[in-house]
């Protein structure tokens, strides 16, 4: 059979040279948590084959546009078809081609950095595997374009960091791809009551009345949103009450008393406290600092 590592008809490719990589990317503070080191797309890439014995440096997505391929990861094969994403770890034995008859059309990347290893871990827990559907986005592969358009300009920092920024959006797109439309039953319980908690917070809701809104009990709801939030109930309702603080101290000219008011709270002080304790500084000391 014949097999290819690259060489396909309209295929696009980009290397990032190690060098600069290591000057540019692992030293600078803005860069260094995940940064693309190759990226590309490959057009129906009949006879694509790669094999990888110790696996790449780097954590690789592989996203497949139209056709069908194949991934061996450790021994283990995944059929990929029109919609599926795989991410493969660095440093994993791997090897991976093209269907014979339907081959297949993918975007590809190689990434590493502070932060990936944490975010493949987390993507993985999302997927609950190596490998997920991704709905077709224009959105999604624009995303992508952007950051092969601006690495194409050539590897200033601006270049860099633009391209960046823009990869971190792309793969959140992948990862969480049906967050905007749909979410799992415990999650939409959570988010019934945030959505509650945003439309009172002029009041001082209790427990129950959160609890209520995404028809729990009280106790099942609270370690159920403290599970899936990080936070307690409360805590998080706190939260979204300063955040609205910090816009009415920074847009309006609307004096504490006024600010605490229209957040539920009667006493001036009491809000203070709860300002400063989420924030680190008190409501006046952040006007100023940001006005």
């Known amino acids: 059979m014949i097999r290819k590592r690259d060489g396909f008809q309209g295929q696009r490719a980009i290397v990032l040279p190690r060098g600069l990589l290591a000057t540019q990317c692992t030293m600078n503070p803005a860069l260094a948590p995940l940064y693309i080191t190759d990226i590309g797309f490959y057009d129906k890439a009949k006879f694509h084959y790669k094999k990888r014995a110790q696996g790449a440096d780097q954590h690789i997505l592989i996203y497949c546009r139209e056709g069908a391929g194949q991934i061996i990861l450790e021994g283990h094969a995944h059929q990929m078809q029109a919609g599926n994403c795989f991410l493969l770890p660095r440093n994993v034995s791997h090897e991976y081609n093209a269907d014979a008859k339907d081959p297949w059309t993918i975007y590809w990347a190689h990434f590493t950095g502070t932060s990936s290893d944490g975010l493949m871990e987390a993507a993985l827990k999302e997927w609950q595997g190596y490998k997920t559907f991704l709905r077709w986005s224009d959105q999604r592969i624009e995303l992508f374009d952007k950051s092969y358009r601006q690495l194409e300009k050539g590897y200033r920092t601006e270049n860099l960091l633009y391209a960046n920024m823009h990869f971190w959006t792309f793969l959140a797109n992948c990862i969480y791809s049906e967050a905007e439309l749909t979410v799992a039953p415990s999650q939409s319980a959570t988010d019934l009551a945030i959505t509650f908690m945003r439309k009172n917070l002029?009041?001082?809701?209790?427990?129950?009345?959160?609890?209520?809104?995404?028809?729990?009990?009280?106790?099942?709801?609270?370690?159920?949103?403290?599970?899936?939030t990080g936070f307690s109930p409360i805590e998080y309702f706190n939260q979204l009450k300063v955040q609205d603080a910090c816009q009415y101290l920074l847009f309006t000219t609307l004096r504490i008393k006024e600010i605490a008011a229209r957040l539920g709270m009667d006493d001036p002080y009491y809000f203070s406290r709860l300002f400063t304790k989420e924030m680190g500084v008190s409501p006046n000391q952040y006007r100023e600092r940001n006005t």
């Open 202 to 228: 002029h009041k001082m809701l209790t427990l129950q009345q959160m609890a209520n809104a995404a028809n729990l009990s009280q106790s099942h709801f609270s370690s159920l949103f403290k599970a899936n």
